[in-house]
């Protein structure tokens, strides 16, 4: 355990990753394989905290209109964010890990809800919490919610799952001159707009003292690679 370079980590795993090659939705094979990949990580000895988001299913910013204002249609991405952490927490379990979630927005008889000290107790005793409903806010990220948590929870880091290998100066699939960084500040990530995490989410990392880890989620281990600090990623830290 001491020779973890990050004893307690939380895992922000976008929708998008648990919709595979589906067009929207659970890929039950990937939601499987994420699970194997977070067993893995457990099975290391590094307790495991994961916020879960909802863009599979739906995303408050693209369905709010005229007819459906902003803050009902976050409501309803949180829910999303439930719906994909039940996925998750039955495929950890099959793996043969327990695992908890723990809602911002209560639904006791759906799960618990989410209360620091319950959270880290879940941590301590090894089991793997997926923490859904983002912040419990509308007008915010579970990019956000992540980081408010680990902060919370006192992760060492945040590992950031997404669909490319790092953080670039543009997109790397628009733009064939990207360049990748191994190593950036929650300042430089800022003052440069770059797009992977939300502004708010940086800046309340870059409050927390919270080194962001950025890879990606496409390769079966990567989870476990960035929790061993090996892998090809992108490290934002002081
Ligand atoms: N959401 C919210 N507050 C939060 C976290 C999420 O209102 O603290 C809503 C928001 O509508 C968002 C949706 O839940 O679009 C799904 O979350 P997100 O877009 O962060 O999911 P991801 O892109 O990681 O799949």
Redesign the pocket.
């Known amino acids: 355990m001491t020779d973890l370079p990050y004893p307690r980590i939380l895992v ?6 648990l919709m595979g090659s589906e067009p929207f939705g659970l890929h039950t094979p990937t939601v499987a394989r994420i699970a194997r990949d977070l067993v893995a990580v457990r099975a290391l000895g590094c307790e495991v905290a994961v916020v ?5 299913i ?5 369905v709010a209109g005229e007819d459906l204002n902003r803050s009902t ?6 829910l ?2 439930v719906m994909n952490c039940l996925a998750l927490e039955q495929a950890v379990e099959a793996a043969g890990e327990p695992a908890r979630t723990m809602s ?1 927005i209560p639904m006791p008889t759906v799960c618990e809800p989410y209360a620091r000290q319950p959270a880290m107790r879940h941590l301590r005793r090894g089991r793997i919490v997926l923490l859904a ?13 992540a980081v408010l948590r680990a902060a919370e929870l006192d992760c060492d880091a945040v590992l950031k799952a997404t669909n490319v290998d790092g953080v670039y100066t543009a997109d790397p699939k628009l733009d064939p001159n990207a360049q990748r960084y191994d190593r950036i500040t929650h300042d430089q990530a800022l003052a440069y707009d770059l797009k992977v995490m939300d502004a708010a989410a940086f800046a309340l990392a870059r409050e927390a003292a919270l080194p962001i880890i950025v890879f990606s989620i496409r390769e079966a281990g990567a989870i476990l690679a960035a929790a061993k600090g090996e892998g090809r990623v992108t490290v934002v830290a002081p």
């Open positions: 922000k795993v976008s929708g998008e990753a879960v988001g909802g863009g599979n739906l995303r408050g910013s693209r249609a976050d409501h309803m991405g949180m999303a964010t911002a409903g983002g912040t419990g806010n509308p007008y915010f990220t579970t990019d956000t919610g």
